[in-house]
Every structure is written in structure tokens, then in C-alpha cells.
């Protein structure tokens, strides 16, 4: 079984010298069809995000991939699992696991998302494939605030929070999702992961103005973009549904709201989330360079204005 490096040794002894996740870099998720591909990369400016529950174990060929990724490529951890939202206390043997990775692999970026995933008894804990939504009120707020400050302690490092994509929403939530994430973010003093599909999915299911909603959006504490695809579909009245589905390419609409963003408030690390019906590299690649050429593009005129909603 192979030693895990520790967070003094990590850098020095198991890793050449990386570039730091800064405003003009993106990146993708790293998934194994490409991997023939991503070894002979030479843009060391591209920077990987892998979810952390795949690489929670110890050793093996999995570890051995990312190993060699890591050398050359800045990565950026993505948890699906930790279930912050949640009411019931966080795992602590997760929360460990979790801080081992980073300890091992001195991600340039770690995130998490705003959502419940576990329910527990006292027998046992139920797992649920799917990150669910929570209502928005100051009993949630409160539990959502410890989570993310005993996390933050115990990782010693600043955690970036996605913003859900939701499908219903609660009658007994007191404030906006905007508000619930300001005030979050504020309180633990914790970054923002932006995911603006996931603003696009939920406006779109919830009939609000996704450009209100990035109006209000506290873009001065996010730390990373997420672009994705996403699938339409149609509910049993008639309307549209959309399904943040991450199999198809970034929607025209949603690259409409990444450039509002850059534009008003500057470049920002992207990636490019693709997860099934996965298309060649060169394919995944090239919706990445799409978003370099937005921050590229945006570099001489960002102005840190705010964004007015139409």
C-alpha cells in the first residue's frame, strides 16, 4: 500500500513545480476515455477537476493516473458527497478521507456544493444518488454555517460552494437563494463555486430572470466558473424542463451568461463539465478553449461593474 505524502512533503517530494489555478486558465473534468489524450497534453495551462469520492482510496491505478496528471497540471477537487446541507452532523471519516486527498494532491481548488445527499439512522446511513435541494430559512442556514466552518477547519484551507440546480422548490423557504448564499458565504467566510448552467436550469424550471439572479449574486466571493450542457425535456403540463444533465455542449444561452459575467467582472478559473455521452478530446477541449477566448477577450476591458438585470 502506498504512503500518503503529507501536506509538508506533498509539493517537494511528489510533484514538479505547477502553475497556480489564476484568472486566465481552464479546465475540464478528467474522465478515463481521454486519458490517452490528456497524457500527451502540453498546455500546462489547462487544470483538471476530478470528483473526490473516486480517488478516496489509498493506492492503485487510479492514483497512479492522477499522480502523473498532477505533475505537470493543476487540479481542483470536487466533492459530491459531503452533504452540507444536510442537518444531521457531517462524517467525520469522510471529512478525513476528503482531507487526505487534498494533503496528497495540494489542489489549487476545492468545492463542494450546496445540497443534501445522506440520511442516517441509527443503524445506518442511506447514500442518495442525486444532490438535493434544501429550503431556505435561518434553521438551515445555521446547520449549512457549522458545516462549512467545521470543514474549513478541518481541511485548514477555504472551500468554494456551488450554487444547486433545482427542480422544486420549498414553501416554507424565508429568502432567496441569493441571499441564503451571501449570507452563508459571508458568515464562514468560505468562496463560491459559480455554476451559471445551474443558474440557467434552475431560472429557466423556476421562471425567474437568470440575469436577476446574477445581478444579486456575490461574484466578488467566487473563486471558479462551471459551464455545462443540459437536457430539455417536457413535464406533464406541457412545460419545459430542464435537466442539468452534463452530456451535451455549454447551451448558446448559457455562454451568453458566462461572457455577462467575464465582462462586467473579469476573468475567473472555468471548467468545462462533461460527465456521460462523452465526445473526443479534441471535442471537450475545444469547449474549453471557447471559454479562454472569453477570458482572454474580456482582460483589457473588465471593469468590476455590477451586472443590471434586464
Known amino acids: 500500500m502506498e504512503a500518503i505524502p503529507t ?38 495551462s ?8 473516486n480517488y478516496m482510496g489509498q493506492g492503485g491505478p487510479p492514483h497512479d493516473v492522477l499522480t502523473t496528471i498532477r505533475r505537470d497540471h493543476s487540479i481542483s477537487l470536487h466533492g459530491v458527497c459531503m ?5 444531521q452532523p457531517l462524517d467525520k471519516a469522510h471529512i478525513a478521507r476528503f482531507k487526505h486527498l487534498i494533503d496528497r494532491y495540494q489542489p ?13 439512522t441509527p443503524h445506518a446511513t442511506t447514500y442518495f444518488n442525486d444532490l438535493l435541494p434544501l429550503p431556505y430559512t435561518k434553521g438551515t442556514l445555521a ?10 477547519d478541518a481541511i485548514g484551507r477555504r472551500i468554494l460552494i456551488e450554487n444547486p440546480a433545482t427542480y422544486v422548490t420549498f414553501t ?36 425567474f430572470s437568470a440575469l436577476a439572479y446574477l445581478a444579486d449574486f456575490p461574484l466578488a466571493c467566487v473563486g471558479q466558473i462551471h459551464l455545462a450542457g443540459h437536457n430539455k425535456e417536457i413535464d406533464e403540463d406541457g412545460a419545459p424542463v430542464l435537466i442539468d444533465s452534463h452530456d451535451e455542449p455549454v447551451d448558446a444561452a448559457v455562454w451568453a451568461l458566462y461572457e455577462t459575467v467575464i465582462g462586467r467582472y473579469g476573468p475567473l478559473p472555468t471548467l468545462i463539465e462533461w460527465d456521460s455521452k462523452l465526445p ?4 471537450l477541449k475545444a469547449e474549453a478553449e471557447t471559454a479562454r477566448d472569453v477570458l482572454h477577450a474580456a482582460l483589457p476591458r473588465s471593469t468590476m461593474e455590477p451586472i443590471h438585470a434586464l
Open 7 to 44: 501536506l509538508a512533503t506533498a509539493t517537494t517530494a511528489h510533484f514538479s513545480r505547477f502553475p497556480d489555478v489564476t484568472a486566465g486558465l481552464v479546465g475540464t473534468s478528467l474522465k478515463h476515455e481521454h486519458l490517452p489524450d490528456i497524457m500527451q497534453e502540453r498546455d500546462s
Open 143 to 152: 446547520h449549512v454555517c457549522d458545516h462549512i466552518d467545521e470543514l474549513q
Open 46 to 53: 489547462l487544470f483538471f477537476e476530478v470528483h473526490a469520492e
Open 108 to 120: 489549487a481548488l476545492v468545492s463542494e456544493h450546496l445540497a443534501w445527499s445522506t440520511h442516517s
Open 280 to 283: 473526443a478530446w479534441p471535442i
Open 172 to 207: 416554507e423557504s424565508t429568502m432567496s437563494e441569493t441571499d441564503f448564499i451571501r449570507s452563508f458565504s459571508e458568515r464562514t467566510g468560505c468562496g463560491l463555486l459559480l455554476d451559471i448552467n445551474n443558474v440557467f436550469v434552475s431560472s429557466t424550471n423556476h421562471g
Open 83 to 87: 452533504s452540507i446541507g444536510g442537518p
